[in-house]
T-cell receptor, first 115, second 112 residues
């Protein structure tokens, strides 16, 4: 049981390049999330998907797009990367259909540097 | 989403109990309190969650007073491996999307 898998683990881009970060979960969760974490900071929500076929903006959506490809996969795309998007990106999933304890399960992150 | 306030950092020694208090004065009726642990180069990991009174699991205890405006995470007999950042989050986990707001967290350093 792998949980939440993110690819790639590391990536270096040049300003203006595009890139898609991949995320897949094998826990049959309905909800998925993308966060970014800057050095010494907490996580900030970029986009989330409450269920397959739906996506909504979080706290910092500008410069990003997402696709909920199916129940398992939720991708994050940077169309034109900027140095301000240098960060660690975390994907998470949860199942709000369960009553009570519904923690988010996180992947180990993608470390993205934009030069 | 209710804003949380917690200490920036705490130092402790192996074998001691560590208590981290989080303030959430604007907590709503449907909000739960959840704590996560994050090690360097890893994603956050769920520790414990509660709504009111006291919750205990194999890792920690969570104390929530009657007014729910604060909560205290208690880590018994910490070891060096408990050195991490601990995040307190408050949110309606039954709401669509289950959005959570992470603050800066508390950096706990356990010394030998």
């Amino acid at each position: 049981n792998a949980g939440v898998t993110q690819t790639p683990k590391f990536q270096v881009l040049k300003t203006g390049q595009s890139m898609t970060l991949q995320c897949a979960q094998d826990m049959n969760h309905n909800s998925m999330y993308w966060y970014r974490q800057d050095p010494g900071m907490g996580l900030r929500l970029i986009y989330y998907s409450a269920s397959e076929g739906t996506t909504d903006k979080g706290e910092v959506p500008n410069g990003y797009n997402v696709s909920r490809l199916n129940k398992r996969e939720f991708s994050l795309r940077l169309e034109s990367a900027a140095p301000s998007q240098t960060s660690v990106y975390f994907c998470a999933s949860s199942d709000p259909q369960e009553v009570g304890n519904q923690p988010q399960h996180f992947g180990d992150g993608t470390r993205l540097s934009i030069l | 989403l209710a804003k949380t306030t917690q200490p920036i950092s705490m130092d402790s020694y192996e074998g001691q109990e560590v208590n981290i208090t989080c303030s959430h004065n604007n907590i709503a009726t449907n909000d739960y309190i959840t704590w996560y642990q994050q090690f360097p180069s890893q994603g956050p990991r769920f520790i414990i969650q509660g709504y009111k009174t006291k919750v205990t699991n194999e890792v920690a205890s969570l104390f929530i007073p009657a007014d729910r405006k604060s909560s205290t995470l208690s880590l018994p007999r910490v070891s060096l491996s408990d050195t991490a950042v601990y995040y307190c989050l408050v949110g309606d986990i039954e709401a669509a999307g289950n959005k959570l707001t992470f603050g800066g967290g508390t950096r706990v350093l356990v010394k030998p």
